[in-house]
């Protein structure tokens, strides 16, 4: 295979081998981004410079993607009594349930989690670092809501030996542990703060301007790719685009109507006495956020209440800070539309989705972790600890699931 830094023919002195492709940089290219992941002319190849030839792998991306489709495809037939047998009946995908089961042969959190309602920054370290793989639907349609699951199913495609044991000689972590360190602070240089930012929303620094390391070009593959798009789970994918891009014209045109102009970027701002929010100042991805969550949970009573973070010392009161998120233009915009538009439509829907929270299962209590992460309504935090799936990583897959190549991987037990 040529190398993935610039497509040259140069023979490899660094590959990743995998489904019969041979993955990796020439001595040329691999200068590059063995500077961005922070090593040293002497150090050896790490999990991160491997994530990162990985990610630049359209080609192994395709193919492996093709593979989960299928898999998925015959599974939802054969759960619906249709044949498999050479049957290319298009079908509806269970796009959540389908990826799950995967994530959960390799020890991610299982539970339904959405990040939505404006995570902060803090929140969605958290939430990467204890290995909670989630639905994120905030960036907007063209980002795409399964677009981080995505990468990582192809990553655990490529690390694991058939959902069933780590590759240990390939790689130093199994998909757990990598999935969760890529959000901790790095000083490397990319820059930016964390490998989760440098590989994974699209500011790799590579010759290939489009790859899988930038969660809109995997979005966009499952509607333009000339397999991808054919495929039963590229055809759903595309349903749930086109919803999305309705959802957000309708909005973009009732803020229209409002005078509200998009902003660049997410701001907090006071509104003028009438109460309409300042023109240059919405941002119509943070107005989706509240109306998809309100969708989900239905419309909260109130100001959202905004949970100290354990060790907190600042002196604000809780008013305080509940008063400071209920004036953002962005929630105003949002009760504006939810009260106009969304609220005859969703009101009496069922609410199957809660804030986020750990019950103490010795006492009784529970503790809010957060307005914006999602769980079911059913649902508490109750995977086991990081620590124990981490280990329980290294030895083999979950147990509750089974992975089969023709029909996926499904749950054996609860």
């Avoid at 140069?10 to 990743?16: D, E, M, Q, S, T």
């Avoid at 529970?366 to 508490?380: A, T, Y």
Wanted: charged share 25%; glycine share 8%; net charge positive.
């Amino acid at each position: 295979m040529p190398c993935v830094g610039r497509g040259c023919n140069k023979p490899l002195v660094f590959a990743i081998n995998t489904h019969g492709m041979e993955i990796g940089y020439c001595d040329t290219h691999i200068k590059s981004p063995r500077r961005y992941v922070g090593l040293k002319e002497d150090d050896a190849p790490n999990d991160f410079l491997k994530l990162h030839a990985l990610l630049n792998s359209n080609q192994l991306f395709a193919k492996l993607m093709k593979d989960f489709s299928n898999e998925v495809s015959r599974a939802e037939k054969k759960r619906q009594g249709k044949s498999t047998w050479f049957n290319r009946e298009k079908i509806g995908i269970k796009l959540n349930y389908s990826l799950s089961r995967y994530e959960g042969l390799c020890w991610f959190g299982t539970q339904p989690k959405i990040m939505s309602g404006l995570l902060t920054a803090q929140e969605f370290k958290n939430s990467i670092m204890n290995g909670y793989m989630v639905k994120d639907p905030g960036p907007g349609a063209d980002h795409g809501e399964y677009s981080h699951r995505l990468q990582w199913h192809f990553i655990m495609r490529v690390m694991t030996s058939g959902f069933s044991q780590p590759k240990t000689s390939d790689w130093d972590w199994t998909p757990l542990r990598l999935y969760s360190e890529t959000i901790k602070n790095a000083n490397f240089a990319a820059g930016t703060g964390n490998f989760w930012g440098a590989l994974l929303e699209g500011n790799m620094n590579t010759g290939v301007k489009a790859c899988a390391g930038d969660p809109a070009w995997v979005n966009q593959q499952f509607r333009d790719h000339d397999v991808l798009k054919t495929t039963s789970f590229g055809e759903t994918l595309t349903r749930r685009y086109n919803r999305r891009i309705a959802m957000e014209d309708t909005v973009q045109q009732k803020l229209a109507e409002r005078n509200c102009k998009q902003a660049a970027g997410y701001q907090e701002v006071s509104t003028d006495p009438t109460g309409r929010p300042k023109e240059n100042t919405i941002k119509l991805h943070a107005v989706l956020e509240y109306l998809y969550k309100w969708k989900k949970a239905g419309r909260p009573s109130g100001p959202p209440f905004v949970a100290r973070v354990p060790g907190d010392t600042s002196t604000e009161s809780d008013a305080a800070r509940i008063a400071r998120e209920a004036a953002t233009a962005e929630r105003l915009a949002a009760e504006y539309l939810w009260e106009a538009t969304y609220k005859k439509k969703y009101a009496n829907s069922r609410q199957l989705f809660q804030r986020a929270e750990y019950r103490d299962p010795d006492d009784d209590t529970s503790v809010v972790i957060s307005d914006g992460l999602l769980l079911h309504k059913s649902e508490s935090v109750k995977d086991a600890p990081l620590a124990e799936r981490l280990i329980a990583s290294t030895e083999g897959f979950n147990r509750a699931f089974k992975y089969s190549s023709s029909t996926g991987a499904k749950r054996v037990h609860k």
